[in-house]
């Protein structure tokens, strides 16, 4: 900005903005905080010092089987992700490379198929998933994220393939690159960032979803949105082991969120605000 | 370059996705569009007939219905008013000259990330606990009674929760449109004696106004099929006090096992939902043209 802008006034400005921002961030701060906390410490009453015990991690992992909803998780959430782009990637390529009449159509159609409430189909998914025994397997709820998912997929890299300019391919071919020259040393180089996006943007919203990963498992595919879940009987106050398998469960997906913060918006609006 | 033979690879290359999508998208729907005819128990499967629309009729005599609705309708308003108005405010805020900028967008954006049943369980045990949670503490500090959320406020308390979690979405759109108004556009209006509050109201919010739109219809996609907030923290109680449409409709399906009126619950909710998508269409489909 050409303004100068006083150091005062800055400094002003800072204070204001960090008390809202660790307000905002408090609930995530005090459940990393309560989870190395021993259990009576965790309910008796407000403290931001811990005692620093690895206890209810160790707990976690010994007597909930952490380990398994994790894996879970992990396998459910890239494998979506991975099978989706599978799927996705010669679609939005060929949309954005060689649009036909109905391009748009296709595209605005592939939008609202998102549009549909995942409650409207929760009685015929559950009954085929029974039907078909793929109540509480990994790779039923694979699919399932998959199919939700695949829209966002193809329009977040429609959005990026259509920036790469069509010109850069014509002077590729003035210099004499065959077909497969183009594609490996000028065409992908491009395409990479916006397809890693996608990916991280997408193993987010697959890890983070809710409803049928809740619905359609019980013990042995259950991700992490269903173990944490199983927190929610009340059998007793267990904060510190629930802080802890909180934290475990959204660590890793909070680091890549903040990787991705630019991105999140591209894909999450359709490309209507960038 | 759009031969015949680029154009025939073109649509080949598309066919996995759309055959994909178009199943996905018909035979669920349909099959909850029979079911929705049909009197279908789980506990009595043999015994299964048409019953016409009286599915349509029972869900709609039924006062849980109304009261779902309404639910619905509260938390889609409520945690749009909370997230608009602070998401504007935020993004006011963090557009100014701040020092460590990058490590306050971390923190704010940070709630996006936790997932549903984490951020409801937290919110629910850690701060609102009536005996043990961190309000009732500063309610103990100050001397006054502490408040018990879900028993008193449950509805209000589910909305800010969920605000809690979409907070984060609007103030990131709303920033990234503001970064976008231009300087110098600012600048003039500011040496033309512009005060704040006239710049506000006639420079940026109209230039926000189309991320404004985008952030009321997405989230409202998603507000509406609000679940794993109200699975883990209320159950849909006291009696129906926190029961939207997608709980009525999971209550009915999977605790009450009758399939056509769930059915007629969904097919319900797929009128709601698009009436609001055709509307985002619209806002997405402009931006297409450009």
Known sequence: MARAVSTRTKIGWTIAAWI?????FFPILYTIITSFKTEPE???GFSLIPSGTLESYWEVQSRYNYFQPFMNSVIISVGSTVLALLVGIPA???MAFSPGRFTKDILMWMLSTKMMPAVAVLVPIYLLFRDWGLLDSRIGLTVMLMLINLPIVVWMLYTYFREIPGEILEAARMDGATLWGEIVYVLTPMAVPGIASTLLLNIILAWNESFWTIRLTTVNAAPLTAFITSFSSPQGLFWAKLSAASTLAIAPILIMGWFSQRQLVRGLTFGAVK | MATRQTR????????????????????????TLWFSFLNYNLLNPANVSFGGLFNYRYFYTDPAFFQSIWNTLVIVVG??????????ALALLLDQPIFGQGIVRILVISPFFVMPPVAALVWKNMLMNPSYGVFADIAHALGVQPVDWFASFPLFSIVIIVAWQWLPFATLILLTSLQS?????KEAAEMDGAGFVSRFIYLTLPHMARAITVVILIQTIFLL???????????GGPGYATTNLPFLIYR???LGYDIGGASAGGIIAVVLANIVAIFLMRAVGKNLDR
């Not at chain 1, 809202?20 to 905002?24: G, T």
């Not at chain 2, 099929?225 to 159950?235: F, K, M, P, R, S």
């Open chain 2, 181 to 185: 108004l231009d300087t110098e556009q």
């Open chain 2, 79 to 88: 945690v749009l008013l909370i997230t608009i108005i602070g998401g504007i």
């Open chain 2, 252 to 254: 009915t399906a999977l």
């Open chain 1, 20 to 24: 809202v921002a660790l307000l905002i």
């Open chain 2, 225 to 235: 099929g609000i679940y794993a907030e109200i699975l883990v923290t209320t159950n």
């Open chain 1, 92 to 94: 939005a390529w060929s």
């Open chain 2, 8 to 31: 025939t690879l073109a649509r080949f290359m598309m066919a996995p996705s759309v055959i994909l999508l178009l199943i996905w998208m018909v035979v669920p729907l349909a099959m």
């Open chain 1, 42 to 44: 965790a309910i008796s």
